[in-house]
């Protein structure tokens, strides 16, 4: 009797696992909607499909691994322990960006058969970045009540957010602001918007611009008392904390943006001070990413 | 200070590894040094409208025609949208055929590559190739 019921009992199992392994590939399926979306109905980012150059769209879907792998272990489709599965976390969500972003140019009209075929891949490809993450985040932030399951996440979460060490936590917020600022910067990047307001700029603006996306992502995360905000340490004052988080991560959103601005062929030819504006303007939106992504992941 | 508004919300640990403060110094220099770049450059700079150098790069038959390559450089600090570039063969002082080019822009001490396709092969002192129009983006 004990061991049928023991068989009954894995099947179910089996069967719990299955359905929280498609609900987990639904929500990622959904993510990659979600925030692929603006980016899909975007003019720029079909035309990038057939003019950027493809050593640089090699370079974004390679780093696009790495950072899903690490992305994946932080909140990926379920819970990962090894490495492994987190690199299959990572692929699952690539392919799922990869088959969405695909699927919803084919539905727009923009993929048509008798286009060569690199400029479907490429086309697809590009997409398949922001569509990638969103799946991963989709994941995380769309799940609502997966009871034991999200309980789970709680705990975790708030054992991670208070580590032992505190290096590896803090490796951990510069990753996510990483992972915020690409994401905004990956919407904003490939209109022709930024590169127009980096013209119109003077470079005084570019200074305020500067000092007002910091304040925003100091003030983002600190002082407006938003759910998942962080406390300044009661103990100490209040400037270590913006040199060691608000700084590195306004540094960080320049790095993104530099990267991303590359990558899209925004900086091809243009001298060193037009470039600095160019990556500032871009940080401006990246840094709200960065510190949302600090209060939402 | 336990108030509600501190549900869900993260302690920072006051003290810090060594390696968040080299993190730190090294983005408030570099965070410094690019307001610091930019400020003074406000401060500074003069602005010039822009001015253009047109420099070939390539000359090439192609099919059904003749192509000519080339930079345009804006050596000033502001930068030109629809810069409209003129190719003209010249026989002569007469133009015996012409061809336009715009650009969506030509950044401040950058430059933009365009070509123009002629229909005849020109002889090397026969193009001229000069900026005709910009507007200020």
Known sequence: ?297 | MKDTSDIGKVTEKGEAHWIEWVTAIVSTLIVAGVLGWVGWRAVSEEKVPPAFRIEITERMPVEGGYRIRFDVSNSANRTAAAVVVRGEVMDGDAAVEQADVTFDYVPAQSKASGAILFAREPRQDQIRLRTISFTDP
């Open chain 1, 1 to 297: 009797m004990g061991g049928t019921a023991s068989i009954e009992n894995s099947k179910t199992q089996a069967d719990g696992e299955l359905r929280r392994f498609l609900v987990g590939l639904g929500r990622g399926a959904a993510g990659a909607m979600l925030f692929g979306i603006p980016m899909l109905m975007t003019m720029e980012l079909w035309e990038l499909g057939f003019y950027i150059e493809q050593s640089r769209l090699l370079i974004l879907l390679l780093v696009n691994i790495p950072l899903l792998i690490v992305l994946a272990h932080l909140i990926g489709f379920e819970r990962t322990s090894t490495f492994w599965q987190a690199v299959r976390d990572a692929l699952t969500a690539f392919a799922l960006g990869i088959v969405i972003s695909g699927a919803a140019l084919v539905m727009l009209g923009v993929l048509k058969a008798d286009m060569p075929m690199a400029t479907i891949i490429g086309k697809i490809a590009i997409q398949a970045v922001p569509a990638s993450i969103g799946a991963m985040l989709g994941r995380s932030q769309l799940g609502g009540e997966d009871n034991a399951d999200d309980e789970d996440d709680e705990t975790s979460q708030s054992s991670d957010a208070v580590p032992d060490s505190l290096s590896t936590n803090y490796v951990r917020e510069l990753f996510l602001m990483a992972i915020g600022a690409l994401f905004l910067n990956l919407n904003v990047a490939p209109t022709e918007e930024v590169v127009l307001i980096s013209y119109k700029m003077m470079n005084w603006h570019g200074v305020v611009t500067i000092l007002v996306s910091i304040a925003i992502m100091h003030c983002f995360v600190y002082a407006v008392s938003f759910r998942g905000g962080h406390r300044m340490p009661e103990d100490s004052s209040r400037w270590p904390i913006f040199f060691r988080y608000t700084l590195p991560g306004y540094m960080v959103a320049m790095l993104v943006s530099l990267y991303v601005l590359w990558i899209f062929g925004r900086l091809d030819g243009m001298a060193a001070t037009p470039v600095l504006i160019s990556v500032i303007v871009l940080s401006f939106p990246g840094a709200i990413g960065a510190a949302a992504a600090r209060l939402i992941l």
